[in-house]
């Protein structure tokens, strides 16, 4: 079945450092999500990237689909304590309506 | 103004119990998902309901069973629980159209003896 892979794990950075994940994918996907969970709370969706090469901004995040749509990065310039938490990937196969969510990348951010 | 709630946050139950946990969406969406999250924090999805019908089955053992009286409410029983069930528990649902972006309810901990 399809797996999607991130890494790393964890990170530790000092405020004010760049902070990237990288998420990748056994199969070719139709579209990613990407989602927010800080510690004892639950994902929020923070954005999809559709179209192979795509690369979309939200303030200080940036996001990146790759070429072939089978791997995807998070950046995060300038690391802030609100930045802190477990950022992860979601693919979806065509056709399917199910997600599946990469391992997850937790961040932690020292002031 | 809850988005999507879950009933109950914390659940201590012993090995062998039945057990079930609610879940409620004012969000006006058509779809419905039941995610399990275990210790290492991996999310993976269980069951999901469009319109009270049910589209995404994973493998996931009979002792669960999903309900979803209608759009708004998906409830998951479980039967005959084991240690292995202890994790987060969490609902979510997604608006119509081609994003299915998910909006995840708080979680319930369950917590098996």
């Known amino acids: 079945g399809q797996q999607v892979m991130q890494i790393p794990q964890y990170q530790h950075v000092q405020e004010g450092e760049d902070f990237t994940t990288y998420c990748n994918s056994s199969?070719?996907?139709?579209?990613i999500q990407w989602y927010k969970q800080r510690p004892g709370g639950h994902p929020v969706f923070l954005i999809q990237?559709?179209?192979?090469?795509e690369v979309k901004k939200q303030k200080r995040l940036t996001f990146q689909f790759g070429e072939a749509k089978k791997n995807s990065s998070l950046h995060i310039t300038a690391t802030q304590t609100t930045d802190v938490g477990t950022y992860f990937c979601?693919?979806?196969?065509?056709?399917?309506?199910?997600?599946?969510f990469g391992s997850g990348t937790r961040l932690q951010v020292q002031p | 103004d809850t988005a999507v709630s879950q009933t109950p946050k914390y659940l201590v139950t012993q090995m062998g119990n039945d057990k079930s946990i609610k879940c409620e969406q004012n969000?006006?969406?058509?779809?419905m998902y039941w995610y399990k999250q275990d210790s290492k924090k991996f999310l993976k999805i269980m069951f999901s309901?469009?319109?009270?019908?049910?589209?995404i089955n994973e493998t996931v053992p009979n002792r669960f069973s999903p309900k979803s009286p209608d759009k708004a409410h998906l409830n998951l029983h479980i039967n005959s629980l084991e240690l292995g069930d202890s994790a987060v528990y969490f609902c979510?649902?997604?608006?119509?159209?081609?994003?299915?972006?998910?909006?995840f309810g708080p979680g319930t901990r369950l917590t098996v003896t």
């Open positions: 979510a649902s997604s608006p119509p159209g081609t994003v299915y972006e998910q909006y």
């Open positions: 199969t070719t996907l139709s579209n």
């Open positions: 990237l559709v179209k192979s090469g």
């Open positions: 979601a693919g979806r196969n065509t056709g399917r309506r199910a997600l599946t």
């Open positions: 969000l006006g969406h058509d779809t």
């Open positions: 309901y469009n319109n009270k019908e049910l589209i």
